[in-house]
C-alpha cells in the first residue's frame, strides 16, 4: 500500500500537483504492485480549485467532482 502525501494544490510553469501525483504513483508502482493508496491530505492548504478536480479526477471516474 502506497502513501502519498500533499500539502497544497499548486501549478505553475512545468509543475503542478496532478503531475506529482501521476510521477509519485508511476514510483510506487516501478517499487512493487499497488494493492491500494493512501492520499495523504491532513495539513493540505488548499490552493488551485483546478488542480484539486485534477487530482480528484485521478481517483473519481464517474460523477461531479465540485459544483461552485
Do not use: C, M
Request: glycine share 12%.
Amino acid at each position: 500500500i502506497g502513501i502519498i502525501k500533499l500539502h497544497s494544490f499548486y501549478q505553475g510553469d512545468e509543475i503542478s500537483s496532478e503531475k506529482d501525483i501521476r510521477k509519485a504513483i508511476a514510483q510506487l508502482e516501478k517499487k512493487a504492485p499497488l494493492k491500494g493508496l493512501i492520499l495523504d491530505l491532513r495539513d493540505n492548504r488548499g490552493g488551485f480549485l483546478t488542480q484539486a478536480v485534477k487530482v480528484g479526477g485521478l481517483f473519481i471516474t464517474d460523477g461531479i467532482i465540485v459544483i461552485s
